[in-house]
């Protein structure tokens, strides 16, 4: 069995729903990402051997195969695109790093792209003639409603359930806006500019009084979940390029290895806590605290609760701030943890471990760990 590791890893600026990226296709997000990839690497377009994309909103198609051919790859090389919601890009890179693994691939672009903006109006078809059609904001994820509640509503029950105050919600917020404030000269290089954007474009100097005064979307009184501390609907596209070493140059040895990954189911009306068991397994596997942490920040409340259940150290998690500072394009979001943490790791010591971990929608959960080599 090869290892699997990861030789570049770019990404879109992320932009909100009706922003910057509002007429720019999901294809023609991720197409220039897939591009810069191969560009870092110093990799024909040729040597790919598959590319893989997250994607939860395109509404059918292939989104992998438009963004694999705009962004020049040959025609021979076949595409993927996956759904499993908020995890959909992360998995995605999972399944590339398995391949190359397993001996079936040598190089493979992996990630994800979401456009909320130019996504398909959904709509359910008439059951009889005369009917009109059900317009419908989201699928089902859970087969019974009442195991289905809208995720805000979850995220409140969560709240009270462990604890977890507005004004710690907040607080969470207020510092997520403010490490990718802070750390916009190291965001920057990763980030291809696309429709002239090349800095996330909703990271802003959030105030606890602005917190204090944002609209209730869920619960009540102190355990209430208010709109700074959700992350809002965006566009964007994320990538990595995951090979195997033999037969690379040694100038183009790669310094970041895939080292692990695992994915996990839980109850879906708790879909907060499902990268937990998969983020622990990693964790007690491996046996060393990860140096550092990119953990998907749909929600603050999520956030928090997830930090506590897994003994994190705050200090090392989402260094560059989160998607509460950024914005949460479902599809991409797995995957722009995996190129922040690729990046992050990029400045850590030989040996150092990095995670990345999400949970998405219905209960599900993915986590994966690199090594800086």
């Avoid at 008439?126 to 009109?132: F, V």
């Avoid at 990271?203 to 355990?223: D, I, K, Q, Y």
């Avoid at 140059?249 to 994915?263: M, T, Y």
């Avoid at 990345?356 to 080599?373: D, H």
């Amino acid at each position: 069995m090869s290892r699997a590791f990861l030789l570049a890893a770019r990404r879109t600026a992320v932009a909100p729903r009706g922003g910057a990226f509002r007429e720019v296709e999901a294809h023609d997000l991720a197409a220039p990402v897939l591009h810069a990839c191969l560009a870092d690497a110093g990799l024909a377009p040729v040597a790919v051997d598959h590319v893989i994309l997250g994607n939860a909103l395109s509404g059918g198609g292939n989104v992998a195969r438009l963004a694999a051919l705009a962004a020049g790859l040959p025609d021979s090389v076949p595409a993927l695109t996956l759904d499993t919601q908020c995890c959909s890009g992360l998995d995605a890179i999972m399944l590339a790093a398995r391949l190359v693994e397993s001996g079936a691939a040598r190089a493979v672009l992996a990630g994800g792209v979401e456009s909320w903006s130019r996504a398909p109006l959904r709509a359910r078809r008439p059951k009889a003639p005369g009917e009109e059609p059900v317009f419908y904001e989201r699928p089902p994820f859970a087969p019974w409603p009442q195991r289905d509640p809208d995720l805000v509503t979850a995220m409140a029950a969560l709240a009270r359930a462990q604890g977890i105050a507005r004004e710690a919600q907040g607080a969470f917020a207020v510092a997520s806006h403010a490490a990718a404030l802070a750390a916009r000269a190291i965001l920057e290089p990763e980030i291809v500019p696309v429709a002239g954007l090349g800095r996330d474009a909703f990271t802003r100097a959030l105030e606890a009084r602005l917190c204090a005064r944002a609209p209730v979307l869920a619960g009540e009184g102190e355990f209430a979940v208010d709109a700074t501390g959700v992350a809002v609907e965006a566009d964007a596209a994320a990538a990595v390029l995951v090979v195997a070493p033999e037969g690379l140059p040694e100038a183009r040895r790669p310094g970041i290895a895939f080292l692990d990954a695992a994915s996990a189911g839980a109850a879906p009306e708790e879909p907060a806590m499902a990268l937990v068991p998969a983020a622990r397994r990693l964790m007690e596997h491996h046996k060393r605290a990860p140096a550092c942490v990119e953990l998907m920040e749909s929600f603050a409340a999520q956030a928090l609760a997830n930090i506590a259940a897994l003994g994190l150290d705050p200090a090392r998690v989402n260094r560059g701030g989160g998607a509460l500072a950024r914005g949460h394009p479902i599809g991409a979001s797995g995957a722009i943890l995996a190129v922040r943490l690729f990046h992050e790791l990029g400045r850590e010591t030989p040996g150092a471990l990095g995670l990345a971990a999400i949970a998405a929608a219905g209960g599900l959960g993915s986590a994966l760990m690199l090594q800086r080599v």
